[in-house]
């Protein structure tokens, strides 16, 4: 059978869904050993690649396995191995030819952050990210829409063959979070680099406070290579989330 679950998962205690290390696991060792311990020898396949202290509210997973067991059965013994740092909210069966990754369409994040100072119980949570004019910092998100060459809005991947991704939504608004006034963009594309939402962020915050106009965030955009000084820094990952996968 090939398994699918739409799993949730606090990501500040896990070295990212795969690059586990010896004091901080991996999202998909913690999740590949529970399997083990209720019979599953499988590894598992993620629509994406979240990085160190990234969330996920709704990442899809899927495995096979010849086990036969009830579903709702299988979610409760994960669910209560799992607890509480990562949570199964649905488990079905899929087609075999259902793969999380290559099955995938489209791809949401959610980025919460203030410029405010941030409680250290929700510091793992909250990006605290000073922003400046706000409009100015949701114009700059729009000019990301549509089909571009990311190359200068990723880490370099080795593995990877294409750096051409289309954003379907780039969006900004104002959200109280615990008590906290906080800015959500909310971002959609048919895939991301690595940590190609954090640049992306960042340059539009230094855009926001004048650090970069609006030609030199529109060249890098475009992957001019011959701009100077691209924006290559990160904003924090605490305040990301993979939101929404769509198939």
């Not at 899929?94 to 405010?116: G, L, P, Q, T, V």
């Not at 608004?173 to 909310?186: Q, S």
């Amino acid at each position: 059978m090939n398994i699918a679950c739409i799993i949730a998962y606090d990501g500040s205690r896990f070295n990212g869904f795969i690059s586990g290390n010896p004091s901080l696991p991996s999202v998909k060792e913690c999740f590949e050993k529970t399997l083990k311990r209720i019979g599953i020898n499988s590894n598992i396949i993620a629509s994406g690649r979240t990085d160190k202290h990234v969330h996920a509210t709704y990442q899809v997973i899927n495995f096979h396995t010849n086990l036969k067991m009830p579903l709702e059965k299988m979610k409760k013994l994960l669910n209560d191995r799992l607890y509480p740092h990562i949570m199964i909210r649905h488990v079905m069966v899929e087609n075999d030819d259902f793969h999380a990754r290559f099955s995938a369409k489209m791809r949401f994040y959610k980025y919460i952050f203030s410029d405010e100072n941030i409680s250290p119980f929700l510091s793992s949570y909250i990006s605290r990210l000073p922003f400046g004019d706000v409009d100015k910092l949701r114009f700059g998100l729009g000019l990301f829409l549509g089909r571009h060459d990311f190359s200068m809005f990723a880490k370099y991947d080795s593995q990877q063959t294409s750096y051409i991704r289309e954003i379907y939504k780039a969006s900004l608004f104002h959200a109280k979070v615990h008590g906290i006034d906080c800015l959500v963009a909310h971002i959609g594309a048919n895939g991301f680099l690595r940590a190609q939402i954090r640049i992306m962020l960042k340059a539009c915050v230094d855009f926001s406070k004048d650090k970069i106009s609006q030609k030199d965030l529109q060249r890098q955009i475009d992957n001019d290579i011959s701009l100077k000084y691209p924006i290559r820094e990160l904003a924090p990952p605490h305040g990301l989330y993979l939101s929404r996968v769509v198939y």
